[in-house]
T-cell receptor, first 116, second 112 residues
């Protein structure tokens, strides 16, 4: 049973470019979460999605960031017009579809974004 | 406002001894707590969790203790092994929400 998959593992962008990060949840999981980890800090929640729905985006910056989880295909975290401060590790997690907050979230390996 | 705090950024322990990692929280609405282990360049790996209706949960060498009145939890690893060397994050969530609030991590080094 494959775990949470993220790609690319490393992404380098120049300031002003767009970054697209992909996440495929574990088999049987329908809830996806995105977290960001800045250097020397803990993980910070960004957004929680189910298929075709954004449930909680309270941690998402209001501008330049968007997320989706379409009916088919992976979840996408999109960052437009990247700036150096966007350089971080972005982790995706998934959990089963039972909607209980005690469902454990399982994390992918992360995408390390570097903005030059 | 850091709702989940891990005040020790690092900890060194001899192999075979007990490792105790601590975590404090401020939000009394948290009712589910977890510990994750993280190696460099990898994602966090789930270790153990505890619901607020319990004060202890054990899984092999790992035990988590929860003291709700003190808003404190701890992870005990006995016996510690060199492969346990990693960064340990505690996380918490509140009923009705699904996001985890993470601490800043404690780097554990187990010395052979």
């Amino acid at each position: 049973n494959a775990g949470v998959m993220q790609n690319p593992r490393h992404l380098v962008r120049r300031r002003g470019q767009e970054a697209r990060l992909r996440c495929s949840p574990m088999k049987g999981h329908s809830h996806v979460y995105w977290y960001r980890q800045l250097p020397e800090e803990g993980l910070k929640f960004m957004v929680y999605l189910q298929k075709e729905n954004i449930i909680d985006e309270s941690g998402m910056p209001k501008e330049r960031f968007s997320a989706e989880f379409p009916k088919e295909g992976p979840s996408i975290l999109r960052i437009q017009q990247v700036v150096r401060g966007d350089s971080a590790a972005y982790f995706c997690a998934s959990s089963p579809p039972d909607r209980v907050n005690t469902d454990t979230q399982y994390f992918g390996p992360g995408t390390r974004l570097t903005v030059l | 406002d850091q709702q989940v705090k891990q005040n020790s950024p690092s900890l060194s322990v001899q192999e075979g001894r007990i490792s105790i990692l601590n975590c404090d929280y401020t939000n009394s609405m948290f009712d589910y707590f977890l510990w994750y282990k993280k190696y460099p360049a990898e994602g966090p790996t789930f270790l153990i969790s505890i619901s607020s209706i319990k004060d202890k949960n054990e899984d092999g060498r790992f035990t988590v203790f929860l003291n709700k009145s003190a808003k404190h939890l701890s992870l005990h690893i006995v016996p510690s092994q060199p492969g346990d060397s990693a960064v340990y994050f505690c996380a918490a969530s509140a009923a009705g929400t699904y996001k985890y609030i993470f601490g800043t991590g404690t780097r554990l080094k187990v010395l052979a």
